[in-house]
């Protein structure tokens, strides 16, 4: 019983043949993985598939039917849901609203619509409670809403995109657990993926394409990762570099007791940290970065693991001077830059990977040159003297598509025609070509082929050796402990524990990552860590003391 059937499906865009004659046929009742290189045309085909897209050339059959869709609603109606790598909800409602939301007619607003939801959640193991706020919940959490929201509107074809990119390894065995419920009950999911490890553990069938064309299947228990990888690519893969230590004692960028409000605490006592802790232990103000202190050095790649959404957004803006820190000192190479613009510190020598490449690293709608000049229109190439060098920029930007593969048909189409991995290939190959000094990398591999991943970790690793200090925040576990020298945890806006990369495994970082929340640690050197940071943050109350604690 075939589910879905795609069938010569073609589709142009100006300059690019995103999908040439490309065929997919996912059974009834499995889960079925896309995978390719960046640029491969995997989102294409999705899109195509939920009628986002329409084909220049192609069929679609969905239950053995052929179908024709002009929109998202006609694929709905045939029984197909996307859930898309940026989630779509809203925080400020709950779980029942954002679920109900736009399909108000299918169950009500009331009690049946309740009950669907429970009994959802329940039959695929989702484990959702209605009444939560959006904003109170994790990733892993957020997803499954997305999932169930998509299986109230009567999904029974799932299209995941990368689901498991934000996801630490527990929740990935989640997930993955909630799809074997899925398929279980006879729904099909098809999931695009570039972890191929997780594939091959989670895939009934794989589709591989390369360049916009489908170049054969895999079964997944005789294919190993890297077979995979080199049908994707179409050649071998070379041997990655080992890295031997390259740090030295020369401190880069210091942070002492680096502290931060939330957005929605208004302090009095801007820069002095005793009158910013009197306020926090009133209640008055709430920090969302809790004296932070660390050294990354020359050659260094200093990692941080954590569940998203404990600091981390607010490290990396204090550090690049998007957010001013309300106390604590930052300094680079010897100075004290706490109060310098962000330009000042990108123009000394800061590079900057962000988190969130659509909001903070690109004008979607601007060509790929003018996004070249972008955070660095002062600097050479892109500027001479005062005046902006568009020449100059322009040869660049060709030269950085054909050092990072950017694969586009010319540097003047947007940055939004650009495929997500290409798109982060040409941020990291802009700030890479300033030769930084500190690179603030957040998630630099986010959606990037494991072609493109490799080459990306040797650039790292090339430029280290020359004496390049990295933060690196990543979701992705095996990245944290593969490029880091050093590791820390954060959790909840402070540092809580070091790990290391040497010898700790992804499973035994996650559970750091999640347990430090839970109290439930696998890895008892970091427990012990955990638990004495927290002593010294909240000393035992006497009985004595506590009278008079409520006192004030
Ligand atoms: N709206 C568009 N306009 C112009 N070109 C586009 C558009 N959408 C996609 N493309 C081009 O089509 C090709 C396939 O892109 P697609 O996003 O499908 O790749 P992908 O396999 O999903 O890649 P990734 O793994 O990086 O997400 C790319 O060359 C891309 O630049």
Redesign the pocket.
Known sequence: MTAVELAGIT?R???????HDIHLSVRKGTVHALV????????????ILYGM?KPDEGTIAVNGEQVTFSSPADAIVRGIGMVHQHFMLADNLTVLENVVLGSEKLHGIGSKARRTILDLSKRYGLGVRPDVLVEELGVADRQRVEILKVLYRGARILILD?PTAVLVPQEVDALFDNLRELKAEGLSVIF?S?KLGEVLSVADDITV?RR?TTVGTAVPSETTPRQLAELMVGSELPTPETSESTVTDKPVIEVEDLTVLSADSVSTGKGSASLLMDQVERGAVRLVLDHVSFTIHAGEVMGIAGVEGNGQTELIDALIGLKNADAGVIRFTGDDITSWSTRKRREQGIGYIPEDRHRHGLLLESPLWENRILGHVTERPNAKGIWLDIKGAQEDTRRIVEAYDV???SID??A?????????KLIVGREMSHKPRFLIAAHPTR???VGAQAAIWDLIRAARREGLAVLLISADLDELIGLSDTLRVIYNGKLVADADPATITPEELGSAMTGAASGHLENEELAEQVELAEQAESPAQTPADAPEDEAR
């Not at 939004?416 to 982060?424: E, F, I, K, M, Y």
Request: glycine letters at 18%; hydrophobic letters at 30%; proline letters at 5%.
């Open positions: 589709k865009f100006p300059g690019v043949v995103a999908n390719g290189e960046n640029g491969a045309g995997k989102s294409t085909l999705m899109k897209q990368e695009i570039h394409i916009g694969r586009t048909p189409v947007t939004a025609s650009l495929s997500g991995g290409n798109q982060q959606g990037v082929d």
